[in-house]
């Protein structure tokens, strides 16, 4: 029974944590040819400090302006086939059907014609070119399902923010999960010959660009040509800062991503880590019985077994206990899938498909070869003298090397363990600078006129204390910039993150608990970085006031409006 459990835990982990990896290494290839299919992205760089920034992590920034798709396959018409423009930023609303609103976990893209061309998505009903209208929309055949079960779902009306009729005019083949652009329904991205939510050339950066060749290799060629093509279209300089454009291979851009090297490193370590530690233990507990079994192996071989029939019968044994550790190990998986899917944020369908199961099988054969040889060997080559005397095996330095490599192997995990529980009540415990408790945030896609009622609304409940509006999240999306040092603080380095949003400082400071602010600043400052930021100095800080011009405050210490 030990060795069951021992090697069906090893097993769940390493099938699981093994088969994430070989999903998240799959990223982007879910398309047809989909070595030919290139992404935009962008690098700004500080032409005096050398200074960039991005959104992965790195410096790249993926987002970039709307019209760069539709401009590539007019300047590129021999390398690029298509492109197509895709916005996922502002694509998710509150959409109903039938009065029911959509779950948060219905994907939505805002796309353009060029959309399933340009990726290969096969368009099962309707035609793609219905996009170029702006309340046109597209739904996946498992949407379909969900929804409109086996009515056809051509002409359904799904109402976004309850107002605007969006009509589905067409069915595409459900894209895989191992993408970044992964919808269950899109929307047309068109409005009135542009694009909704777009500002032409240089304006609002919010949209990915990719594109397909005809050729892998004609990639190269387009990021060659790329910054002289938006260069005719707009000036790629300001305030001393750099825009440089290139393209790359859509397959490598999750792979190359900083965060996910983090991810698939731990994932790994943590994997190999439980799987040889499980290994490990059924072969010590099988060693430990070898003076117990010897006299049966010494008795075989006095009926004239030799040693490759021992070793064929302890390998018989192991894949037995192995098989019914993978029924186990299925149990559990089956059992505990939704918390599982939960942790991997990935369902099991498509963690386990075809092209990937021969992760698990490979998982399943070094499981049986490594525990299986190791004792089978040892046992097989037991004398058979041993059958008239107790067996003793004066050569015990192997069997401390292998004590010795299974403590290091448990000693890792629980460190490692430790260090994850650690870091998990670091995040959940620190001063975040606001008080949290009975904090609530909501967000809404309200006119601005009907805000005011609606906070007025909310404030006469008898269970609310205060009420405060922002124009964006105050924990931070893709808005969030960087904030610059400068002056003798430090020589234009980035300090930390700052949220710019449009609030009433003396109400969301009354909400959160900061202290008051310097009013009319908009800018709010919490106790841990304002310490970094003057390092217990007086310092002349520049923010923006109401007006929109600079205002200076000096020994914030001390001065308080």
């Known amino acids: 029974m030990t060795k069951v459990i021992s090697l069906s835990l090893g097993l769940t982990v390493g099938i699981l944590l093994f088969s994430q990896i070989a999903f998240?290494?799959?990223?982007?290839?879910?398309?047809?040819?989909?070595?030919?299919?290139?992404?935009?992205r962008a690098y700004y760089h500080n032409l005096e400090t050398g200074e960039s920034m991005g959104d992965d992590g790195d410096i790249y920034d993926y987002?970039?302006?709307?019209?760069?798709?539709?401009?590539?396959?007019?300047?590129?018409?021999?390398?690029?086939?298509?492109?197509?423009?895709?916005?996922?930023?502002?694509?998710?609303?509150?959409?109903?059907?039938?009065?029911?609103?959509l779950s948060d976990d219905e994907q939505c893209l805002m796309v353009d014609t060029c959309f399933f061309q340009t990726f290969g998505i096969p368009v099962l009903k309707g035609n793609p070119n219905d996009l170029i209208n702006s309340n046109t929309l597209f739904v996946s055949e498992s949407?379909?399902?969900?929804?409109?079960?086996?009515?056809?779902?051509?002409?359904?009306?799904?109402?976004?923010?309850?107002?605007?009729?969006?009509?589905?005019?067409g069915v595409y083949r459900d894209i895989p999960e191992n993408t970044m652009f992964k919808a269950d329904f899109v929307v047309s991205v068109h409005k009135e010959g542009g694009y909704k939510d777009g500002a032409g050339w240089g304006g609002n950066d919010i949209f990915y660009a990719v594109f397909r060749t005809g050729e892998a290799s004609d990639i190269e060629v387009v990021n060659d040509n790329i910054q002289r093509m938006v260069e005719k279209y707009m000036p790629t300089e300001h305030n001393g800062w750099k825009l440089e454009l290139s393209v790359i291979p859509l397959a490598t851009k999750h792979q190359t991503s900083s965060e996910t090297t983090k991810r698939l490193v731990i994932y790994g370590f943590l994997g190999f880590s439980i799987f040889f530690v499980a290994i490990m233990n059924y072969m010590l507990i099988v060693i430990a019985t070898l003076g117990r079994r010897a006299?049966?192996?010494g008795v075989?071989?006095?009926?004239?077994?030799?040693?490759?029939?021992?070793?064929?019968?302890?390998?018989?044994?192991?894949?037995?206990?192995?098989l019914v550790s993978i029924l186990v190990c299925a149990f559990i998986i089956f059992n505990a899938r939704d918390l599982i899917e939960d942790l991997l944020s990935v369902r099991l369908a498509s963690l386990f498909t075809w092209g990937t199961l021969w992760v698990p099988l490979l998982v399943v054969v070094l499981l049986f070869l490594l525990a299986g040889v190791l004792p089978g060997r040892i046992f097989s080559h037991i004398p058979v003298t041993q059958v008239f005397r107790r067996y003793t095996d004066g050569k015990k330095g192997w069997k401390r090397s292998l004590l010795f490599i299974q403590f290091t192997g448990v000693s890792f995990v629980l460190g490692l363990l430790l260090v994850t529980l650690m870091q998990y009540s670091h995040l959940m415990n620190r001063d975040m600078g606001i008080n949290t408790a009975g904090l609530v945030e909501a967000e809404s896609w309200l006119d601005i006129e009907i805000v005011p009622h609606m906070r007025d609304e909310i404030r006469r409940q008898p269970m609310v204390e205060s009420v405060a509006t922002a124009s964006h999240s105050v924990l931070g999306q893709y808005w969030t910039k960087g904030l610059i040092a400068c002056l003798p603080i430090s020589s234009s380095n980035t300090l930390f993150s700052i949220n710019f949003i449009q609030a009433s400082a003396k109400a969301f400071t009354s909400l959160s608990g900061t202290k008051n602010p310097f009013l009319p600043l908009s800018m709010i400052l919490f106790a841990p970085v304002m310490s970094k930021l003057t390092q217990g100095k007086p310092q002349f800080i520049a923010s923006t006031n109401t007006n929109g011009k600079p205002s200076y405050k000096d020994d914030m210490t001390k001065k308080e409006e």
Request: hydrophobic content about 40%; aromatic content about 12%; some cysteine.
């Open 24 to 40: 998240e290494l799959s990223y982007e290839k879910c398309y047809p040819e989909a070595g030919n299919l290139g992404i935009v």
């Open 63 to 101: 987002s970039v302006f709307a019209p760069i798709a539709a401009a590539l396959a007019e300047n590129m018409p021999i390398e690029v086939e298509k492109a197509t423009c895709i916005n996922s930023y502002t694509a998710n609303g509150n959409y109903y059907y039938e009065n029911q609103l």
């Open 295 to 297: 006299k049966s192996v």
């Open 300 to 322: 075989h071989k006095c009926n004239g077994a030799n040693n490759g029939n021992i070793f064929s019968m302890f390998m018989m044994e192991t894949g037995i206990i192995v």
């Open 143 to 169: 949407f379909a399902r969900r929804f409109f079960g086996d009515a056809d779902p051509i002409g359904k009306v799904l109402i976004l923010e309850r107002k605007t009729e969006m009509i589905v005019r």
